[in-house]
């Protein structure tokens, strides 16, 4: 599981970006991913860790398993 950083997320958008502390590309992440863990939102520095997958376009790396600290 990768660690990072909640760089920015919007409630109202429903999706952010998450910085993994490995220096890699920024990680997208949709409310849908927040929703199937249970975890009702997200704020600048927080820290998670989560799994990645390739999104659906294949270009962004996008998160599909997080668990907020």
């Known amino acids: 599981m990768n ?3 909640v760089k920015f997320y ?3 958008k429903g999706f952010g970006f998450i910085q993994p502390e490995s220096g ?3 990680a997208f992440v949709h ?3 927040l ?3 249970g975890i009702r939102d ?3 520095d927080q820290k998670a860790a989560f799994d990645t997958a390739k999104d659906y376009g294949g ?3 996008a998160i ?3 668990q907020a600290a």
């Open 42 to 44: 997200l704020v600048k």
């Open 10 to 12: 919007s409630d109202q």
């Open 24 to 26: 890699s590309k920024d």
């Open 35 to 37: 929703k199937c863990t």
């Open 64 to 66: 599909n398993n997080i």
């Open 3 to 5: 660690t990072g950083t």
């Open 31 to 33: 409310a849908t991913a």
């Open 59 to 61: 270009n962004k790396v």
